[in-house]
């Protein structure tokens, strides 16, 4: 069975220039993760799709976070204009059905802002 | 403030001995997971305990769960050097996402 795919898998770019990560689930997954990690702490929640719905957007910074799912199964989490302390890893999760599930991580998009 | 909080933050033993790690969170939960994080990598879930449970077993791992104290233990034995990684804690302390502790650095010495 396929893994959670994620791209890139690295990034450099510089502060206040935008960035765009792509993540493709396990297929059948109907929950999707996005998740920052910052260098020395556990993963935080920014989004959390059920299909193409968005169930809990309350942590992501939505004057320059945004984030889709289409047609429920790919995602992508763009940051524009992004700072510096965006640095962190990207990890983008699925789940069969909810958050109570098992979380399957892909191995993240490492973002470093200049 | 993170719901779930590790302690250590940082374990380091020889190989064969068992490792211990545990987690408190503050607010009552639906379920606890534990994930391991290999250097610059994702997470891998390891084992979901829910609330009406008071322990559960994978392999060589022990997960205990105390909903009166708040707190859950991880127990590894006959350790590895290939166990080497980051544990996490996540628990639902809002019933609608998991909150991740900081984790608890494990280093098995060969």
């Known amino acids: 069975e396929a893994g959670v795919a994620q791209s890139p898998r690295y990034k450099i770019i510089e502060k206040r220039q935008s960035v765009a990560f792509w993540c493709n689930p396990i297929s059948g997954h109907a929950t999707l993760y996005w998740y920052q990690q910052i260098l020395g702490q556990g993963p935080k929640l920014l989004i959390q799709?059920?299909?193409?719905?968005?169930?809990?957007d309350s942590q992501l910074p939505k004057d320059r976070f945004s984030a889709e799912r289409l047609k429920g199964v790919d995602s992508t989490l763009k940051i524009q204009p992004a700072k510096l302390e965006d640095s962190a890893v990207y990890l983008c999760?699925?789940?069969?059905?909810?958050?109570?599930?098992?979380?399957?991580f892909g191995p993240g998009t490492r973002l470093l802002v200049l | 403030s993170q719901q779930g909080e590790e302690d250590p933050q940082a374990l380091s033993i020889q190989e064969g001995e068992n490792a211990t790690m545990n987690c408190s969170y503050k607010t009552s939960i639906n379920n606890l997971q534990w994930y391991r994080q290999n250097s610059g990598r994702g997470l891998v879930h390891l084992i979901l305990i829910r609330s009406n449970e008071r322990e559960k077993h994978s392999g060589r791992l022990r997960v205990t769960l105390d909903t009166s104290k708040k707190s859950s233990s991880l127990l590894i034995t006959a350790s590895r050097a290939a166990d080497t990684a980051s544990y996490f804690c996540a628990t639902d302390p809002s019933g609608s996402r998991l909150t991740f502790g900081e984790g608890t650095q494990l280093t098995v010495n060969p």
């Open positions: 799709f059920q299909n193409n719905g968005v169930v809990d």
């Open positions: 999760a699925s789940s069969l059905d909810g958050y109570q599930e098992t979380q399957y």
